[in-house]
């Protein structure tokens, strides 16, 4: 397994920008990394140069693998939320994570280090559809705004995502009872502000204690594991990248959005030094006016310049999700025509992505 150093990371170019493997690019001219081979998982080094700041004030607390008081709150595929299991159905639900290992358990992150693309959106509805799809399934979000854990607030479980950077989190005990539920489920590991304290430590530790939760969250008995990211190249974006099987990127058709991307495709590229298994799943067209010809061009400038990477599924610029965001509900739920139109670019986009990650229906 190949190792990322963070010292040049963030130098070098790709697509005349920013070239020569092991490296990718930063919008922070004072940040320097770098992703190379080397001989364990848990040689991934670092330096202070790092930091983008993102400091926790003072008196704050890491909430790490702290649970929230009273037990987890699980919400299934029909919407109720359900109480403490039987003996009976908690030894049936261990014996199919028994069943299963390790082997069952898929990754993929939502990425993009361009802010409001519609990553959010994408990754919060994968997992709706997932959940349609009768998987167990843990949703990671990574991103200090918390967008994507007000959404899903009610499928919280009381961990908090920093604490999956540390090397002693006992995943099973902080998850408690959310492993206790049988059959499909959602399980949220929420973000918090801790998170911004990744950048102050070097990417060596950050990307093996992630590296080593995701695996331990294989072993409880996840059919899937979807991670919201940050719209920066940061410590925490390379952790989820180099833990991950799969990456998929949403991209707004603006001309800022199409160089940004740019550094997405160069920090995958190299990640995958050090992450040989990870696929890159395509980049979406998301948010996309079909009455603006301007849309239109950098479509079609996207589709040239990257013929195999853009998947045929785009999302429109609908309110419909907006709304479905903050109720917290998939867009189908949402009892409007115009959101009849959402929900079927959003399920063919979900077809397509669990398709090439070869998740049954």
Not at 81 to 92: C, G, I
Request: proline share 4%; with cysteine; net charge positive.
């Amino acid at each position: 397994m190949g190792a990322i150093n963070e010292k040049a990371a963030y130098r070098g170019r790709v697509s005349g920008r920013v070239s020569g493997p092991g490296c990718w690019a930063s919008d922070r001219g004072d940040s320097a990394g770098c992703v190379s081979s080397g001989a364990s998982a848990s040689g991934i080094c670092g330096s202070p140069e790092s930091v983008q700041g993102g400091r926790l004030a003072s008196g704050q607390s890491d909430l790490g693998c702290a649970r929230s008081a009273g037990a987890a709150r699980m919400r299934t595929a029909d919407g109720a939320v359900t109480q403490a299991p039987s003996l009976h159905r908690k030894k049936m639900g261990e014996r199919v994570r028994q069943e299963k290992g390790s082997q069952g358990m898929k990754t993929a992150v939502v990425a993009n280090q361009k802010g409001g693309v519609g990553k959010t959106a994408t990754s919060i509805h994968l997992a709706f559809d997932a959940l349609e799809r009768g998987k167990r399934l843990v949703f990671i979000d990574l991103d200090p705004q918390e967008n994507a854990s007000d959404s899903l607030e009610s499928f919280a479980c009381g961990l908090t995502a920093s604490a999956l950077f540390n090397a002693d989190v006992d995943l099973r005990g902080a998850l408690g009872a959310a492993l206790e539920q049988d059959g499909p489920c959602i399980v949220l590991i929420a973000a918090d502000p801790a998170l911004a304290n990744l950048e102050k430590k070097e990417l060596g530790e950050v990307g093996a204690n992630f590296k080593n939760s995701i695996k331990a969250l294989a072993e409880l008995g996840f059919d899937l594991c979807l991670i919201d990211t940050a719209p920066t190249i940061g410590n925490a974006l390379a952790a989820a990248l180099y833990a991950s099987d799969y990456v998929l990127s949403p991209i707004e058709p603006e001309r800022y959005s199409i160089k940004g991307i740019k550094k997405m495709n160069a920090a995958i590229a190299n990640i995958r030094k050090a992450n040989p298994g990870l696929k890159f799943l395509g980049m979406v067209p998301s948010m996309v006016d079909g009455r603006n010809p301007r849309h239109k061009q950098h479509l079609d400038e996207l589709k040239a310049a990257y013929p195999q990477l853009m998947i045929p599924a785009p999302i429109g610029l609908r309110g419909s999700i907006a709304d479905a965001l903050a109720m917290g509900v998939p867009v189908w739920q949402i009892k409007k025509t115009a959101a009849r139109v959402a929900a079927k670019e959003v399920r063919a986009l979900a077809q397509y992505v669990y398709e090439k990650m070869e998740i049954a229906q």
